[in-house]
């Protein structure tokens, strides 16, 4: 995988409030208008270890925060393997070449949308629409395959499932939360409309 490239700019924003007296995490770094590398700017402010109030669902006062995701970074080694001990009917394999061999589709195999009921189905483990595998970034702009548990707007799974999937693809490891590489800008709410809480308990938001 390659390191993340830049976006272009595509609006005029006013600079998102403060919080504190200092500029919230992963605003403009020059007025109210991003620009192409504030990207990689915003990537190095994370991962974060908790998630500050005014990043939670429903952003701050005119503005719709950033989504940033729960969970770990695994290596695709770990992932691979735990599916073709436990679960390789999940494995997806390439096309056949001129020499009739097929290799594993690491990319596929890790991408579709029967492998984590797979995964948690071995682990003994409800499943449930937030878990996914995806795509993170360090503050490097690196990327690796990541298990992600929730994000800002829709909370984290219970604790018990995280507590199994941490064992298995984490041992030791915190979770934290991870920019969206797609939706890492603050914007601004486009309706006076209040938008509605999910009423997420802090702890829920915050425990690793």
Same mark, same amino acid.
């Given at each position: 995988?390659? *390191?993340v490239s830049?976006?272009?700019?595509?609006?005029?924003?006013?600079?998102?409030?403060?919080?504190?007296?200092?500029?919230?995490?992963?605003?403009?770094?020059?007025?109210?208008?991003?620009?192409?590398?504030?990207?990689?700017?915003?990537?190095?402010?994370?991962?974060?270890?908790?998630?500050?109030?005014?990043?939670r669902?429903g952003?701050?006062?005119?503005?719709?925060?950033?989504?940033?995701?729960?969970?770990?970074?695994?290596?695709?080694?770990?992932?691979?393997?735990?599916?073709?001990?436990?679960?390789?009917?999940?494995?997806?394999?390439?096309?056949?070449?001129?020499?009739?061999?097929?290799? $594993?589709?690491?990319?596929?195999?890790?991408?579709?949308?029967?492998?984590?009921?797979?995964?948690?189905?071995?682990?003994?483990?409800?499943?449930?629409?937030?878990?996914?595998?995806?795509?993170?970034?360090?503050?490097?702009?690196?990327?690796?395959?990541?298990?992600?548990?929730?994000?800002?707007?829709?909370?984290v799974?219970?604790?018990?499932?995280?507590?199994?999937?941490?064992?298995?693809?984490?041992?030791?490891?915190?979770?934290?939360?991870?920019?969206?590489?797609?939706?890492?800008?603050?914007?601004?709410?486009?309706?006076?409309?209040? *938008?509605?809480? $999910?009423? $997420?308990?802090?702890?829920? $938001? *915050?425990?690793?």
């Amino acid at each position: 995988m390659s *390191t993340v490239s830049s976006t272009s700019n595509e609006s005029n924003l006013p600079s998102p409030p403060t919080r504190s007296s200092s500029v919230a995490l992963f605003s403009p770094t020059e007025g109210g208008v991003y620009r192409d590398e504030d990207q990689a700017i915003c990537l190095s402010q994370q991962p974060l270890d908790g998630l500050p109030l005014y990043l939670r669902n429903g952003g701050m006062k005119g503005f719709t925060a950033p989504l940033l995701h729960y969970g770990w970074m695994v290596d695709s080694e770990i992932l691979i393997q735990f599916v073709l001990d436990n679960c390789p009917s999940a494995i997806v394999m390439s096309s056949q070449t001129f020499d009739e061999h097929q290799q $594993l589709d690491v990319s596929w195999t890790l991408s579709t949308d029967y492998i984590i009921p797979s995964i948690l189905k071995c682990l003994g483990a409800p499943n449930s629409p937030k878990i996914k595998i995806k795509v993170l970034f360090d503050s490097q702009g690196r990327e690796n395959w990541g298990i992600v548990v929730g994000n800002n707007y829709t909370g984290v799974i219970g604790e018990e499932s995280r507590a199994k999937l941490c064992e298995a693809f984490a041992p030791g490891q915190k979770g934290r939360w991870f920019l969206d590489i797609f939706r890492w800008k603050w914007t601004p709410k486009t309706t006076r409309r209040a *938008t509605k809480s $999910l009423h $997420l308990s802090p702890a829920s $938001l *915050t425990s690793s």
